[in-house]
C-alpha cells in the first residue's frame, strides 16, 4: 500500500509542475486552466472468473477533473490534465461465500488532452476533445489486488465566459489479480465506461 500511495504521490506532483510549466508562457497568455466538476453515471457490468464474481452497478457518482492546456494554433489547444471519478461494485467467493466485499472503484486519471474550438456561436464556444493515458487505482485489500490500466474519452462541450458545460464518455481499465488460495481469480483486465456531465470553470 505504501509502495502504491508513494508513487500516486509521485505521479501528481511530477503532473502538477510539468503541466504549469507546459500550459504557460511567462506572462502566462496563452495557457487555461479548465477545473471540473460534475456527475459520473457507469455502465453496468459483471463477470465471473472461477469462483470469483464481481459486479458494478450505474448508480451515479461524483467526478472532479483539472485540465492544464495550451493554445498552440487558432482553436486548437494540447495539455495535461488530473482527476478523480468512482465505480461502485460488489464481489464475492462463489464457491463458499468466505469473502465478499462492497465498496468503490476509487480512480485518479492521469492523461493527455487535445481540444479543438469550432466556430463561435454569439458569446458561446463549442469544442470537441479527446484524451488518452493512465488510471491509477486508489483501491486496496489483502485478498484482492486492483492496478491501475489505460484510460481515454471524448466529449462534446461549449464555453460562455469563464463558463463551461461538457458532455464526456469515458473507459478506464481495472487489473484484477488475487494471491489467495482459496479465491480462484485469474488475473483480468477490466474494462469500465460511462457517461459523465460536468460544469466548471475556466482561467
Do not use: C
Request: hydrophobic content about 40%; charged content about 10%; aromatic content about 16%.
Amino acid at each position: 500500500m505504501e509502495v502504491n500511495m508513494k508513487k500516486i504521490y509521485l505521479y501528481s506532483l511530477f503532473l502538477i509542475f510539468s503541466t504549469l510549466l507546459f500550459a504557460y508562457d511567462s506572462p502566462f497568455s496563452n495557457g487555461e486552466v479548465d477545473v471540473k466538476i460534475g456527475v459520473s453515471y457507469p455502465s453496468s457490468y459483471s463477470f465471473t472468473s472461477g469462483t470469483y464474481f464481481l459486479n458494478t452497478t450505474s448508480a451515479s457518482q461524483p467526478t472532479f477533473q483539472v485540465d492544464f492546456l495550451r493554445n498552440f494554433s487558432q482553436g486548437n489547444a494540447l495539455g495535461l490534465g488530473i482527476g478523480f471519478f468512482s465505480v461502485p461494485f460488489e464481489n464475492n467467493n462463489l464457491s463458499v461465500g468466505i469473502y465478499k466485499e462492497s465498496s468503490n472503484f476509487d480512480l485518479i486519471p492521469i492523461y493527455m488532452i487535445y481540444r479543438q474550438n469550432f466556430s463561435n456561436i454569439g458569446d458561446m464556444t463549442p469544442y470537441f476533445s479527446w484524451k488518452v493515458g493512465y488510471t491509477a487505482s486508489l483501491n486496496h485489500s489483502e485478498i484482492i489486488q486492483y492496478t491501475g490500466g489505460l484510460y481515454g474519452g471524448i466529449a462534446l462541450g461549449v464555453t460562455y465566459q469563464m463558463l463551461l458545460l461538457e458532455v464526456q464518455y469515458n473507459i478506464a481499465q481495472i487489473a484484477i489479480t488475487s494471491n489467495s488460495p482459496t479465491l480462484n481469480v485469474s488475473p483480468n483486465i477490466y474494462t469500465m465506461n460511462g457517461v459523465s456531465l460536468v460544469t466548471g470553470l475556466k482561467f
